[in-house]
């Protein structure tokens, strides 16, 4: 049984649309992340959100991306203006108390044309 | 997040052990080794992670060496399925609410039939 799903699987937009991903966790968890992975390069972090807020963001999380649980299920990931360079896998991760195990969702393959 | 060092690849028999070693010198006291994967398309999956002893779960076992400067995570008998990129990640516990995972390279384990 997966922790947790995301939706879609894969998208395909045009540069300047914006998207949204969502991930749904399956069992209660406490802490969400976003990743994402260049075709052919590292898994890299975007952001975490714990308690309703970001708790932590890297670089790459620019002001075109924000992130929300706005019904206290599925957990979303907007990126208002999509550019060419933001095409990746895109994978939500969570976990629970103990903080020491992170699940991963699918991901969804978001290609920007 | 400390540094690792891993092989960028190895290679296996199927049915036979397989040791995948990582380097982590400048590790500190609060630091778990955590071990991840990922398989052909899909997003990471977590193997084991340990801080001083040596750890048994069913996927895996984690050797931790004893000034905690490498570790070896060993696949007792190794199936086609465990062809993946083996992440070895330190991760601080120190506190704080983010615990987001830094991705290298990984190891390329391939199995051979």
């Known amino acids: 049984e997966p922790e947790v799903t995301q939706t879609p699987s894969h998208q395909v937009t045009q540069m300047g649309q914006e998207v949204i991903l969502r991930c749904v966790p399956i069992?209660?968890?406490?802490?969400f992340y976003w990743y994402r992975q260049i075709l052919g390069q590292k898994v890299e972090f975007l952001v975490s959100f714990y308690n309703n807020e970001i708790s932590e963001k890297s670089e790459i999380f620019d002001d075109q991306f924000s992130v929300e649980r706005p019904d206290g299920s599925n957990f979303t990931l907007k990126i208002r203006s999509t550019k060419l360079e933001d095409s990746a896998m895109y994978f939500c991760a969570v976990s629970g108390d103990t903080q020491e195990t992170q699940y991963f969702g699918p991901g969804t393959r978001l290609l920007v044309l | 997040d400390a540094k690792t060092t891993q092989p960028n690849s190895m290679e296996s028999n199927e049915e036979e052990p397989v040791h995948l070693p990582c380097n982590h010198s400048t590790i500190s006291g609060t630091d778990y080794i955590h071990w991840y994967r990922q398989l052909p398309s899909q997003g990471p999956e977590y193997v084991i992670h340990g801080l001083t002893s040596n750890v048994n779960n069913r996927m895996a076992s984690l050797a931790i060496a004893e000034d905690r400067k490498s570790s070896t995570l060993i696949l007792h008998r190794a199936t086609l399925r465990d062809a993946a990129v083996y992440y070895c990640i330190l991760r601080d516990s120190g506190g704080g609410s983010n615990y987001k995972l830094t991705f290298g390279k990984g190891t390329l384990l391939t199995v051979n039939p």
């Open positions: 069992s209660n968890h406490l802490y």
